[in-house]
Nanobody
Framework: VQLQASGVGLVQAGGSLRLSCAAS??????MGWYRQAPGKERELVARITSGGEPDYKDSVKGRFTISRDIRKKMMYLQMADLKPEDTAVYYC?????????WGQGTQVTVSS
């Protein structure tokens, strides 16, 4: 099983960027985006169930939108009004049967 994240970007504050995550195999029950800034713990940014119900970290509500295409085994994170504090390595994760599967990180850098 592989998760492949893409969407490496350097954007200015206020800009937008979309991250994509492709799953190579089965459909996950819950998928999510996490991020880790230098010197900080990895944190949940947003997650979405197979039924399409989203959940967001408070600081990204209204700016980020998570979505998934079950048929294509894809998950997306549309990020708008980006802030320097959004700078981090972003990871996608899938849950299935009690197991977790992580994709490789993708760097997002927001300049002020």
């Amino acid at each position: 099983v592989q998760l492949q994240a893409s969407g490496v970007g350097l954007v200015q504050a206020g800009g937008s960027l979309r991250l994509s995550c492709a799953a190579s195999s089965f459909v996950f029950s819950v998928m999510g985006w996490y991020r880790q800034a230098p010197g900080k713990e990895r944190e949940l940014v947003a997650r979405i169930t197979s039924g399409g119900e989203p959940d967001y970290k408070d600081s990204v509500k209204g700016r980020f939108t998570i979505s998934r295409d079950i048929r294509k085994k894809m998950m997306y994170l549309q990020m708008a009004d980006l802030k320097p504090e959004d700078t981090a390595v972003y990871y996608c994760k899938g849950n299935r049967g009690g197991a977790e599967y992580w994709g490789q990180g993708t760097q997002v850098t927001v300049s002020s």
